[in-house]
Every structure is written in C-alpha cells, then in structure tokens.
C-alpha cells in the first residue's frame, strides 16, 4: 500500500502560479467500481474524466485550459493541431478554440472520407479549417508520417498559428493531469493511496502529467500506461520520446526540482493494440461489454477500452497483484469511432458473451 501524500501544497502552488483558460467542469467524479472490483478481487476506483464538460468529455479538457492559455499570453488568434480521422483532441481543440474565440486549423492524417461521421463530423460542425494529408494511423508508414508533418509544418506558416502537436503532447499542457493528481489526492482526503495507477497511453502527455504530479507531490504509486498502438508504430514509426524524456522536458521547462531520480515507477504496457491504432480487437470489446454490464459505464473504442483491457489482463494474470487499491483514468469522451479500415465483429450470441466474460473472472 502507498503512504499517504506528504507534500500536496508544493503542487498546489506550482499550479496556482500558472495562467489557465477555464474549459472543463471539475472535480470530475472519482467512484468506486464496486462489482468489478469483487469479481477482480482488487479495490478498483476510476476517475472520470469522460466527463470534464468540455464537448463531449474526455482528457483533452484539462491541458487544453494551459495550452490556450499561452496561445493567448503570445498573442495568437489561431491555432494549428493534427490527429486521426478518430481524434479526439482535434475535435475538442476546435470546440475551445469556439469558445475563447480562436480560431482552429487542424490537419487530418487520413484520406476524406465519402461519409462524414464521428470526431470528423463535429469538425465540420464547429467550423473547424480541415487539411487532409493521407495516412493510415492504423499502419502507417514513415513516408506518410514525413508528409503529414510537412503539411503541419506548411499550415503553421501559412495561418502564424500556435503549434499544438498531436494529443497535445507538449511542456505546456503537462498540468493539466498535474491538476488532476492534486484534485484526486483532495477527493481522497489529501492521501493518494493508489498502488496502481493505470490509464491509455497514446503520444505520451497524459501519461507525463501524472507522472510529474505524483513526483512534485512525493506520491509512491506505480503508472501503468497501456498504449493504444502498436509497438512498431511507437518505436519505429513515430519514435514516440519515452516518459522519462517527456517528464525531464517538462521539468526543465517549468524549472520544477525534479530530476531522474524523482521519475515515479511506471511502465508502457504494449499487447493491446498491436491490430493498429483505432482498430477494435477482442480484448477491447470485452472490456467495453464488462465495464458497461457490469457497473454501467461505457468506454470508448479506441482509447479506454484498450486500458482497461489491458487492466484485466494485468490482474489475471498477476501483474497487477489481488488485494491491490488500484486508480482506472477514463480519458475518453465518447464521440470516437473506431477506424474504418477495420472492425471488429462482435459474437451475435449475447448471453454467450455474458457467460464466458464472468467465467473467465472466476465469479
């Protein structure tokens, strides 16, 4: 078991310092998944995070209050940002943009589509400028990785927008899931006594908030972050920084007293997604199906359902140790729809379902 938060007001402070543009609607519930958490014989809570307010919820929320608040200290009207035809984080950037009065440009890695749907559909409702640069996130390729940068590169200097990189990986955006750490430990009483903390890793921001929280608050709990791509992708493709890298950057941008020994323990967690980005699978199904049977929440394709499969497989299989106190980070909103390349079909025999999910818990 963790001990309990020894020094919350030094991040309290530090993010009192910070200017931030109010977006979101928080604290966002922290509940306790009390069916689940007897069928795994651990004490699984989540934060929820689905419902931040801004749009129609998700993680974005909480950096994007930090992130626009420096596009306005610099003086920018508009803002440049990339993502999937499935992206959240464009979607919700366009709606913040809307709402303090920015203006949004947002690159699409993708073909356009014939039928406009999902994330994409909310772009176009929101007035959102759209530039597509072909790509296929599901297996993508480092030619058409080098061709969506360059179209970045070109919208950013045609419109003399603020850059904001994909998911919102950037210094600037770290404390928002800082903040969510700090508001977590409050709704616990000041005592942050996860063992585990495990949440969807994608470019790596969110992951790095909370890893930087939990050090400039002296919190012992181990991240696991469950990536919703494949490892080739990460590595080779992307050549995605570790956390590690990110949360150095990010502790030498705000000048915070942390260095390689404050990084808290923590792991990518790959396996889950490694059909591609955005594309369902088995295990994302399964989790989706479980959480909303069994406790009636919904998680969403692409992001938390791949966490939280990953969540259950740690326990079955012992990574995650019985009797654990463990902290599940929705951060999902429920527009995303799963990539069009591919999908998964789901068993027609529902009861079937029912009955093989809660056999292979042992309940």
């Known amino acids: 078991m963790t001990s309990p938060t020894r020094d919350i007001r030094t991040l309290e402070n530090f993010l009192v310092s910070l200017p931030q543009v109010p977006l979101g609607t928080f604290p966002t519930p922290l509940i306790c998944l009390d069916r689940l958490s007897r069928d795994l014989n651990i004490d699984l809570w989540m934060k929820r995070d689905d419902c931040t307010g801004l749009a129609l919820g998700g993680n974005k929320a909480r950096k994007l209050e930090f992130i626009l608040a420096q596009a306005q200290l610099k003086g920018h009207d508009t803002v440049v940002t990339t993502g999937p035809i499935t992206s959240n984080h464009t979607m919700m950037t366009a709606v913040a943009g ?125 991240v696991l972050a469950v990536s919703v791509g494949s490892r080739h992708a990460a590595k080779n493709i992307y050549k995605r920084p570790t956390p590690e890298a990110l949360f150095l950057k990010s502790a030498e941008h705000f000048n915070l007293p942390l260095n390689t020994k404050n990084i808290p323990a923590h792991n990518i967690v790959f396996g889950f997604a490694e059909e591609g980005y955005g594309i369902p699978n088995s295990k994302s199904d399964r989790a989706i199906r479980l959480m909303a049977e069994r406790e009636g929440y919904f998680l969403d394709p692409v992001y938390t359902s791949k966490a939280f499969g990953g969540l259950l497989t740690m326990v079955e299989n012992g990574r995650i140790p019985a009797g654990s106190r463990v902290l599940f980070i929705h951060t999902g909103g429920l527009s995303m729809i799963a990539s069009p390349e591919k999908r998964y079909s789901a068993p027609t025999n529902l009861s079937k379902v029912y009955n093989v999910t809660r056999n292979s818990l042992g309940t």
């Open 98 to 222: 809307r709402q303090v009065g920015i203006k949004v440009h947002c690159v699409i890695g993708g073909t356009r589509p014939k039928e406009v749907t999902g994330n994409l559909l909310l772009l176009d409702y929101l007035g959102a400028s759209l530039h597509f640069s072909p790509m296929n996130f599901a297996q993508p390729s480092i030619i058409d990785f080098r061709l969506l940068q360059k179209s970045c590169q070109d919208v950013v200097k045609q419109t003399k927008g603020y850059w904001i990189p994909a998911g919102g990986s950037m210094p600037e955006a770290e404390p928002g899931y800082m903040k969510a750490v700090l508001e977590i430990s409050k709704q616990r009483e000041g005592n942050f006594n996860f063992d585990y903390v495990v949440l969807a890793i994608g470019t790596g921001s969110t992951t790095t908030g909370v890893l930087l929280g939990l050090a400039l608050a002296s919190i012992k709990s181990r």
